[in-house]
Antibody, heavy 119, light 106 residues
Framework: EVQLVESGGGLVQPGGSLRLSCAAS????????MNWVRQAPGKGLEWVSY????????YYADSVKGRFTISRDNAKNSLYLQMNSLRDEDTAVYYC????????????WGQGTLVTVSS | SYELTQPPSVSVSPGQTASITCSGD??????VCWYQQKPGQSPVLVIY???KRPSGIPERFSGSNSGNTATLTISGTQAMDEADYYC?????????FGGGTKLTVL
């Protein structure tokens, strides 16, 4: 069974940093590209970042470019999101999602971890 | 940037057919997928590549995509189908989500 388990969320002050993790199991993690998608309270889904299987290709949403860094450790079956210079508008539930190719759709999602940016 | 537009809400009576639209410029030239999200839960893929159903998704869920509009159709809608639904397509290397549609079964 595919499992994605996020962790690392919490309350942080504006300007602070946080590192999210996503532990993958039940599939060959190194064979899949991965993404972070977030959802602000009461709002819709917003894509945040993408990383290819080897980490050679990385993309970010304009809203987080220069502040967030995605990475992965295939040996540890883990995905990460380093978030710096956090803003109020970064408050959201952050999901990691497995991307299937071809078709480029997200077939598995974690349960999400809540990040709250507030003073 | 590419935008996908969904109606904020759709209502349907139990047993009837619900249609949720997703509009975007030349959307028919792109693959569309749909996600269902119930309150407090993570999104679940219900349609991919316009009209394919993942294993475990009931046959009452179907999809189509042509011109500027993609449509998620739920036939014989059940109370358990009440949820938010999001369409998604790609703009080059960036996935784009629609704003979401709240489906109410009443």
């Amino acid at each position: 069974e595919v499992q994605l388990v996020e962790s690392g969320g919490g309350l942080v002050q504006p300007g602070g940093s946080l590192r999210l993790s996503c532990a993958a199991s039940g599939f060959s993690f190194s064979s899949y590209s991965m993404n972070w998608v977030r959802q602000a309270p009461g709002k819709g889904l917003e894509w945040v970042s993408y990383i290819s299987t080897t980490g050679s290709a990385i993309y970010y949403a304009d809203s987080v470019k220069g502040r967030f860094t995605i990475s992965r450790d295939n040996a540890k079956n883990s995905l990460y999101l380093q978030m710096n210079s956090l803003r109020d508008e970064d408050t959201a539930v952050y999901y990691c999602a497995r991307e299937v190719y071809p078709g480029n759709y997200f077939d598995s999602w974690g349960q999400g971890t809540l990040v709250t940016v507030s003073s | 940037s590419y935008e996908l537009t969904q109606p904020p809400s759709v209502s349907v009576s139990p047993g009837q057919t619900a249609s949720i639209t997703c509009s975007g410029d030349k959307l028919g030239d792109r693959y569309v997928c749909w996600y269902q999200q119930k309150p407090g839960q993570s999104p679940v893929l219900v349609i991919y590549q316009d009209n394919k159903r993942p294993s475990g998704i009931p046959e009452r869920f179907s999809g189509s995509n042509s011109g500027n509009t993609a449509t998620l159709t739920i036939s014989g809608t059940q109370a358990m189908d009440e949820a938010d639904y999001y369409c998604q397509a790609w703009d080059n290397t960036t996935p784009v989500f629609g704003g979401g549609t709240k489906l109410t079964v009443l």
